[in-house]
């Protein structure tokens, strides 16, 4: 079935950097666009940008640019987000979504903690 | 601050219906940009429960129904079971941000 699989939970200290992975399965994975969302604890969601999984082509919400950058690997399917600059405001979960162009496939999320 | 302004919580009894509604601009909704529907149960990731503005996808029953005017969409859930108690997020498209855009959520609890 189609599923999108993230990796697992991070701690990271202020001021570094966290790369989340996001593997597709049951799906051409260059046929869709891929976005990633994050949420805070209590809060509600925040878009960060979106891939083109077979260009490689972003675009990136004005909050996140410059510290956002998302990538791909075809040869396993997987996209690549990763945020650097971290601060204790960057602690929340981070999913990604399948865009057609609706988000229809959800990854089961991915939290981040900043923590000194 | 969203763009896209959701109640924050609305509230029913079991068999009622409720709707939640989700004001835009003309850069976003009003733009003719589609809305689309999450339902996020606690501790999961979101579901899409309207597409299109109007559509479900399948497997959602049709207690659910989205409609749309002007700038503003709205989510009616008819005949409400405990099941539904969840957070609801509306998702649109803004010309201003130059990216997706979500509403704040709102907070449905089932009496």
């Known amino acids: 079935q189609v599923q999108l699989v993230q990796s697992g939970a991070e701690v990271k200290k202020p001021g570094a950097s966290v790369k989340v992975s996001c593997k597709a399965s049951g799906y051409i994975f260059t046929r869709y666009d891929l976005n990633w969302v994050r949420q805070a604890p209590g809060q509600g969601l925040d878009w960060m940008g979106w891939?083109?999984?077979?260009?490689?082509?972003?675009g990136y919400a004005q909050k996140f640019q410059g510290r956002v950058t998302m990538t791909k690997d075809v040869s396993v399917n997987t996209a690549y987000l990763e945020l650097s600059s971290l601060t204790y405001e960057d602690t929340a979960v981070y999913y990604c979504?399948?865009?057609?162009?609706?988000?229809?496939?959800w990854g089961q999320g991915t939290t981040v903690t900043v923590s000194s | 601050q969203s763009v896209l302004t959701q109640p924050p919580s609305v509230s029913g009894a079991p068999g009622q219906r409720v709707t939640i509604s989700c004001s835009g601009s003309?850069?976003?909704?009003?733009?003719?940009?589609?809305v689309h529907w999450y339902q996020q149960l606690p501790g999961t990731a979101p579901k899409l429960l309207i597409y299109g503005n109007i559509n479900r996808p399948s497997g959602v029953p049709d207690r659910f129904s989205g409609s749309i005017s002007g700038s503003s969409a709205s989510l009616a859930i008819t005949g409400l079971q405990a099941e539904d108690e969840a957070d609801y997020y509306c998702?649109?498209?803004?010309?201003?941000?130059?990216?997706?855009?979500f509403g704040g959520g709102t907070k449905l609890t089932v009496l």
């Open positions: 998702q649109s498209y803004d010309t201003k941000l130059s990216g997706m855009l």
């Open positions: 003309s850069s976003n909704i009003g733009a003719d940009y589609d």
């Open positions: 979504a399948r865009e057609w162009p609706y988000m229809d496939v």
């Open positions: 891939m083109n999984p077979d260009s490689g082509n972003t």
